[in-house]
C-alpha cells in the first residue's frame, strides 16, 4: 500500500495527497473536502521534532506560485509554529530566522505506510530524548575538537554560558541574555576578547541544536558552527579546558603577529630611515591590530615593531619588540 497515489487538484490548490521526504524528514500533505470547504492536514516527522499525527493546516498562496503551509509542530522545548513552502515536485521547510539557512529540502516521492509508520515511531521516540534533555536544559557547546564551552538554560533567568577555545573565553560561567526568534533563542554574553565592549552572540537552533556564531543578518561560510549535547563539564574539566584555550590563544596570535610584524615594518619604513607610526598607514593596518598599542622604532636594518596589547585579554597577551 502506498501513500502516495492519484493526484487531484482541492480547493487549496495543491495536488493531494503528497508524500515529501528528505534530510532526514517525511511528510505527508492531505485534503479534506466538505460540501462547504476543505481542510488540508499535514504530517511531518523529522529527527526529534515533527507534528503530533496529522495537523490542520493554514494555506497561503504566493503571489510567485508557491504554496505555503502553516501548521504546529512539536520540539524538545514545546509547541512552535512551522511554514513549509510548496511548489512544483518539492517542498522547503526553513528551519532558521536568517534567509537560506537550515532549511529541509523535500522531494516528492512514494512512500510505503510500513517506511511511514516507522519514521513516525522513530520521530517521537526522538522527540522524547529531546524533551528529556532540554527540561535538563544542560549542554556541552561541540566543535569538531570537542566541548569548546557549555551553556545551561535555567527556565525564566538568563542561561549560564562558558566558553573556551582559541578564539574566545569566558574566565568563568557567564549569566546570558536570552530571546526567543522562531525556532532560535538568540543568546548574548560577555567574552573575550571584546575589542569596543561588545557581548557575543550566539544562535540556536532547537529543532537541529545546533549553534551558530553569526557575523551579520545572512548567513556566511566563515562563521563557526557548533552542536549542542546534553552533558556538562566538572571544575575541573572546564579549568582544564580554559588553561589549554589559553595555549592555542597564546599559539595562534604569535603566528599572527609575528607573520605580520615584517610587513608592517617594510610598509612603516620612510625616507633617511624615518618610520611612519599606525595612524599614517592606510585604515586596514589599524583593523587588523585593533586592541594593540603599536610603536615603529627606527633601528640600523629598519622599523622595529614595537607591540603590547591596549588591555590584557584573550587573544591580546603579545607584547614584544619584533626587529625587521
Sequence with gaps: MWWMLACVAGTSGLETPLSL?????????????????????????????????????????????????????????????AAMRVEGDGAILPL??????????????????????????SSRLQLQSEQNAWKQGAFLLMSEDGPAGEIRFRGDRGPMVSVHDAWWLTPRPMEGTLESLGAELLIGFSVEPSLKGENALMRVNV???????????????????????????????????INLSVQKSNALEASFIEELAPRLSREA??????????????????????????????SPAGCAVGIEPSRVQHGRRYRGLIQP
Design 269 to 298: 619604513t620612510i625616507e633617511n630611515g624615518a618610520c611612519a607610526q599606525l595612524p599614517q598607514l592606510a585604515d586596514e593596518w589599524s583593523m587588523m591590530l585593533e586592541g594593540y598599542d603599536i610603536q615603529l622604532v627606527p
Design 96 to 121: 532558521g530566522s536568517r534567509p537560506g539557512e537550515f532549511e529541509v529540502h523535500l522531494e516528492k516521492i512514494e512512500l510505503a505506510q510500513d517506511v511511514v509508520k516507522q519514521r513516525i515511531a
Design 207 to 241: 529543532p537541529l541544536r545546533t549553534v551558530v556564531v553569526p557575523l551579520g543578518p545572512v548567513p556566511v561560510s566563515e562563521e563557526r558552527i557548533f552542536r549542542l549535547e546534553p552533558g556538562s563539564l566538572t571544575e575541573a574539566e572546564r579549568e582544564a579546558a
Design 21 to 81: 521526504e528528505g534530510d532526514g524528514v517525511v511528510a505527508i500533505v492531505t485534503e479534506e473536502r466538505g460540501w462547504r470547504r476543505s481542510e488540508v492536514r499535514v504530517g511531518l516527522w523529522g529527527n526529534g521534532y515533527g507534528t503530533d499525527g496529522d495537523v490542520r493546516a493554514g494555506v497561503v498562496e504566493d503571489p510567485d506560485g508557491s504554496i505555503w503551509l502553516h501548521f504546529a509542530v512539536e520540539t524538545g522545548l514545546g509547541d512552535a509554529v
